[in-house]
């Protein structure tokens, strides 16, 4: 079996939402210290709705593979549905990733997190502590 699905390799070569927003209302950077790699993603809300959505990948294939999914899967959803964006979603929307580039997916997941936190922190509005928490580990992994 081919190590990447052909999922993978399409997001890989054909990125989707590569790039800059300049007027973000929320942007989100983590990295992994253990491989170096950096996802940076920006948001654009509208009525608690990401309206639009671009991300900066430094990193292998499979992050850029990652954003790429993960991007087009929260794209025009509500924000509470973007929380749960799980790393594991957007592995499976891949049809999957080798065991040692899961976490390549992790950095999509929370990087998004990060974003959604500026959006709130910025606009001084509540939002789930843990949410927080789970940032704060981002840049450990
Ligand atoms: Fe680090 Fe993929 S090897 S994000």
Redesign the pocket.
């Known amino acids: 079996m081919a190590l990447y699905s052909e999922k993978v390799m399409d997001h890989f070569r054909n990125p989707r939402n590569v790039g800059v927003i300049e007027d973000a209302d929320g942007v989100g950077e983590v990295g992994?210290a253990?491989?170096?790699?950096i996802?940076k993603i920006y948001l654009k809300i509208e009525n608690d709705t990401i309206a639009d959505v671009k991300f900066e990948t430094f990193?292998?294939?499979?992050?850029i593979a990652s954003s790429s999914m993960a991007t087009e899967m929260i794209k025009g959803k509500p924000l509470s549905q973007a929380l749960e964006l799980t790393n594991k979603a957007v592995a499976e929307a891949l049809d999957g990733l080798p065991a040692h580039?899961l976490?390549?997916s992790v950095?999509a997941e929370e990087a998004i997190k990060n974003a959604i936190l500026d959006y709130y922190k910025r606009n001084g509005l509540p939002f789930d502590p843990s949410l927080e928490q789970a940032c704060a580990h981002c840049e450990e992994e």
């Not at 253990?34 to 790699?37: E, F, I, S």
């Not at 990193?59 to 992050?63: L, Q, V």
């Open positions: 992994n253990k491989c170096g790699d996802m990193g292998c294939g499979s992050a580039k976490h390549c950095l």
